[in-house]
């Protein structure tokens, strides 16, 4: 994938993963054991990920999407799942990784809301056990296209979770189809969230013309931002919600390869890093999906700094700045 010696930069740089969707970041070798595992299901590889130089729309990729939870929906799937990625992390030198996941239930399996989440959190502890090089959190996500309903079930799983995971769940994600419901509808639910210490990210402006609906939310406001495509007036954004961003210092999670094969972003060097790098304001650079995308955390520094003619020590210092945007409360080990 990257050539030795830069290869090897960006793999070593320790890294924070802030922005991972848990099903969207399953890996071919993992994909084949779940498929193996299931072959009535007649799922092949090349249904669950966007190869190289392919793109997709936004909406084909959440087809993608119900192909993988049909391979994920035992508590066995999610242990195997939750365990792979976060050594897949590990070994491409990330020190400390938020995890994120939508709370699914199967009737078919007996799969439960609240068992999902015991599963993930029980990936983490063996993780921590095997004495991986890595400090996991995890976020609840709600998905959008679920409802206000759905979404306050999730915010008191949240709640229940935050105290007594042993501070291993720390917040709530906004994601699913950007394209499906209205962000104001989910105000109250998300507001009582942070009302009760949960940290918040929300996906924000990953389409265009959501300026009203970006406008209510960053009035709460999040904790963090997840991709904010369409913040800026030169996409259809406005000055305003840029000045939202920034007066509040709301750190935004920026995610290239997902954005250029989903076709929110023309290209690379397009991609709205730039604008936000150039204004000095907190960019994280994050996977998204990494099993979906065909991509890893080391490759999006890399692509990031050949894109944007970043040194060597610009990168070390995105990464280090990463830190400070973390939902754990803190950062047990020095990056160095
Ligand atoms: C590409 N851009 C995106 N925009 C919005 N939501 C996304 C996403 N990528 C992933 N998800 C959200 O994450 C779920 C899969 O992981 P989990 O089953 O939760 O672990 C998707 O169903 C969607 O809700
Ligand atoms: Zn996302």
Known sequence: MMDNEAGAFYRKLPKVELHAHLNGSVSVQTMEKLISRKPHLNIKHSMTAIGKGQRRTLDECFQVFKVIHQLVDTEEDILTVATDVIREF??????????????????????????????????????????????????????????????????ELAEEFMLSSDGLVVGLDLSGDPTVGHG??????????????????????????????????????????????FLHPEVGGSQSLVDKVLKNNIPLELCLTSNVKGKTVPSYSKHHFKYWYQLGHPSVICTDDKGVFCTDLSQEYQLAATTFSLSREAVWQLSQQAIDCIFGPEMPLVLQ
């Open 90 to 155: 590990a070994a491409d030198g990330v020190k400390y990784l938020e995890l994120r996941s939508t709370p699914r239930e199967e009737k078919n399996t007996g799969l439960t809301k609240k068992s999902y989440v015991e599963t993930v959190i029980k990936a983490i502890q063996q993780c921590k056990n095997e004495g991986l090089d890595i400090d996991v959190r995890f976020l609840l996500a709600i998905d959008r296209r679920n409802g206000t309903e759905v979404a306050m079930e999730t915010v």
């Open 184 to 229: 104001k509808d989910l105000l109250p639910v998300l507001q009582r969230a942070k009302n009760c210490g949960l940290k918040l990210s929300l996906h924000l402006s990953e389409v265009p013309s959501q300026l009203e609906e970006s406008d209510l939310l960053l009035n709460l406001p999040p904790d963090r931002i997840g991709h904010g495509t």
